[in-house]
């Protein structure tokens, strides 16, 4: 090839080299779910837990946090707020419940939109009728906070097993 079609055709080739990396543009950032205590700083996982570890849970004992999650995601979710402990007596007397949400007895629900972004006020009580065992025993007690975007309903891994949770803390 002489050179007056070689430099015409290199010139045209990196025409449409540069035009198709324009036309790509920025790919858009990946789709998570975040988390914030103020509304304004975000992260995938709660900084730090809802409840202090070393609480003493008496019978009667109400305590909430309110925390934020954004949604920015194409598809419908729910945050879950699942209440975990190694002793069963204090699994039993601890129940949870979400602000404006229908709850189950160990765990709340609350359904989040896409590019919705929603304040949680979660809530965990302990039975007044708690019996002697909870007051008496010490107890790991945790209070896991859990998004799902599967198509079920309910809480169904309230029970402990926590290993398949997406963007779980505690």
């Keep these: 090839m002489n050179s007056s079609v070689a430099i015409p055709c290199a010139v045209v080739v990196t025409a449409l080299a540069i035009v198709v990396l324009l036309g790509t543009g920025s790919a858009r950032p990946a789709q998570t779910v975040t988390y914030s205590y103020d509304g304004e700083t975000w992260n995938s996982a709660l900084p730090t837990?809802?409840?202090?570890?070393?609480?003493?849970w008496v019978p009667g004992d109400?305590?909430?946090?309110v925390f934020h999650v954004f949604n920015d995601t194409d598809d419908d979710g729910r945050i879950q707020v699942l209440v975990h402990s190694d002793n069963s007596y204090f699994a039993d007397a601890l129940t949870v419940s979400i602000d404006g949400a229908a709850s189950a007895e160990k765990c709340g629900v609350v359904m989040v939109g896409p590019h919705e972004k929603i304040i949680?006020?979660?809530?965990?009580?302990?039975?007044?009728g708690a019996g002697n065992e909870t007051q008496n025993a010490l107890s790991d007690v945790d209070i896991v906070v859990q998004w799902d975007n599967r198509e079920s309903v309910g809480c169904g891994l309230a029970s402990g097993a926590n290993d398949e949770l997406e963007g779980t803390n505690s």
Excluded at 49 to 56: A, Q, Y
Excluded at 62 to 65: E, I, L, N, V
């Design 49 to 56: 837990p809802l409840f202090d570890k070393d609480i003493r």
């Design 62 to 65: 109400r305590r909430g946090a």
């Design 120 to 128: 949680v006020g979660a809530t965990v009580d302990m039975a007044f």
